[in-house]
């Protein structure tokens, strides 16, 4: 079966100051990998995800995040996080069998000013 | 449009009344979901319907109802609820069932049961 673990229940980072996220999958194959952000009060949204080719992906909002098979993770980056990006961080993984993806349980961003 | 939209946004409801909540799509997603999310807790998923069938009901219990009357609307209908049911309530969306381009997510419908 497959899981996701975040490590980090809660990262302080100041404004301006650069931001890692760590994501761990568990899975036999290559898994569909994504990040998702969740304001307060609000929804998740998608900020980038990953299946195959350039293992450095893009998303919005400045992010970008790295997958390496090697150790089976897919962390989250940015390099100067703004006082916006304060929000929980959801990684999430999908198998090719049974298309339900697997939420780790989040890591809260905290930016102090 | 690139939404998922959800209303109402909070409700506020007594253990036997019934309610419903609403979710609309006009992205032509075939694929549509309701999650249950409390704080600080990763969403969980309820049910899934592709194609407006349901496919996917993860043992929710009968006092939650869905309906998915076309292909840009979800339903979940409510009776009877109890306390420990007040949450966010998720809707999402996604080109197909495999979820494999991503979920799009409403903001939201915070429910309260009193």
């Known amino acids: 079966a497959q899981s996701v673990t975040q490590p980090d229940i809660h990262i302080t980072v100041s404004e301006g100051a650069s931001l890692e996220l760590r994501c761990n999958y568990s899975?036999?194959?290559?898994?569909?990998l994504f990040w998702y952000v969740q304001s307060p009060g609000q929804g998740l949204q998608l900020l980038l995800k990953y299946f195959s080719g350039d293992t450095l992906v893009q998303g919005i909002k400045g992010f970008e995040a790295e997958f390496k098979r090697s150790q089976s993770s897919f962390n989250l980056r940015k390099p100067s996080v703004h006082w916006s990006d304060a929000a929980e961080y959801f990684c999430a993984v999908v198998s090719g069998g049974s298309y339900i993806p697997t939420f780790g349980r989040g890591t809260s961003l905290i930016v102090h000013p | 449009d690139t939404e998922v939209t959800q209303t109402p946004k909070h409700l506020v409801m007594g253990m036997t009344n019934k309610k419903s909540l609403k979710c609309e799509q006009h992205m032509g997603h075939r694929a549509m979901y309701w999650y249950k999310q409390k704080a600080k807790k990763p969403p969980e998923l309820m049910f899934v319907?592709?194609?407006?069938?349901?496919?996917i009901n993860e043992s929710v219990p009968s006092r939650f109802s869905p309906e998915c009357p076309n292909s840009s609307l979800l339903n979940l209908h409510l009776h009877a609820l109890q306390p420990e049911d007040s949450a966010l309530y998720l809707c999402?969306?996604?080109?197909?069932?495999?979820?494999?381009?991503?979920?799009?997510f409403g903001s939201g419908t915070r429910l309260t049961v009193v």
């Open positions: 899975y036999g194959a290559t898994p569909y």
């Open positions: 999402a969306s996604s080109q197909d069932k495999t979820g494999f381009s991503g979920y799009t």
């Open positions: 319907y592709s194609y407006e069938k349901l496919s």
